[in-house]
């Protein structure tokens, strides 16, 4: 299993509204990303979590709050967001000790927040 | 922080030709990667190089490691219309610990 899974694929959701996106790999990686991508931009680093601890947080507003609840699983808890928001927001994840910097992505889920 | 300058933005070609794109910095990196992004998928990884004058080939696709750690390009031969995307540059191992990504380069191609 090569994959990194999300879901869901696609979300619309008001500016009240809580709602979570999730991330699976099967890979045995140990460390696993959160990116928001918006239309014609790179990706930019939001949480990383390394073997299930939060390594780095980018400054990224509390209305987004991760979570890792075991090794294989990444959460993104979403409250209270504004209308800017709205982006495809891919999950990663990379192998331990050699291939720094080969990260998996998943498909990503698009946000639409209104 | 550290940026990748990534060029040319966007490429217009026609199926058959060659392409070459490349990222350059004002600081060294350890690795640098070469990623594809299609239309509604998240980006994949086509080459990954660790070696200053490292050069690399994945099918058509040949990457090289800038000698001087700040550069890198990309080369795609006798391009297809499936080449179409957006392929990112990425730095890893500079002064910051994250990967830096580039701005992209958009290319499409004609049959």
């Known amino acids: 299993d090569t994959e990194v899974t999300q879901t869901p694929k696609h979300l619309v959701m008001g500016m009240t509204n809580k709602k979570s996106l999730k991330c699976e790999q099967h890979m045995g990686h140990r460390a696993m990303y959160w990116y928001k991508q918006k239309a014609k931009k790179p990706p930019e680093l939001m949480f990383v979590?390394?073997?299930?601890?939060?390594?780095i947080n980018e400054s990224v507003p509390s209305r987004f709050s991760p979570e890792c609840p075991n090794s294989s699983l990444l959460n993104l808890h979403l409250h209270a967001l504004q209308p800017e928001d709205s982006a495809l927001y891919l999950c990663?994840?990379?192998?331990?000790?050699?291939?720094?910097?080969?990260?998996?992505f998943g498909e990503g889920s698009r946000l639409t927040v209104l | 922080g550290q940026q990748l300058n990534q060029s040319p933005q966007s490429m217009f070609i026609q199926e058959g030709e060659d392409v070459s794109m490349n990222c350059t910095s004002s600081s060294i990196f350890n690795t640098w990667l070469w990623y594809k992004q299609e239309p509604g998928e998240g980006p994949v990884l086509l080459i990954a190089l660790y070696k200053a004058g490292e050069l690399t080939s994945n099918g058509r696709l040949t990457a090289q490691f800038g000698i001087t750690r700040k550069d890198s390009f990309l080369n795609i031969s006798a391009s297809i219309p499936s080449d179409v995307g957006i392929y990112f540059c990425?730095?890893?191992?500079?002064?910051?610990?994250?990967?830096?990504f580039g701005k992209g380069t958009k290319l499409s191609v004609k049959p």
């Open positions: 979590y390394s073997y299930e601890k939060l390594s």
């Open positions: 990663a994840s990379s192998p331990p000790g050699e291939g720094i910097g080969e990260l998996f």
């Open positions: 990425a730095g890893h191992g500079g002064s910051q610990g994250n990967l830096i």
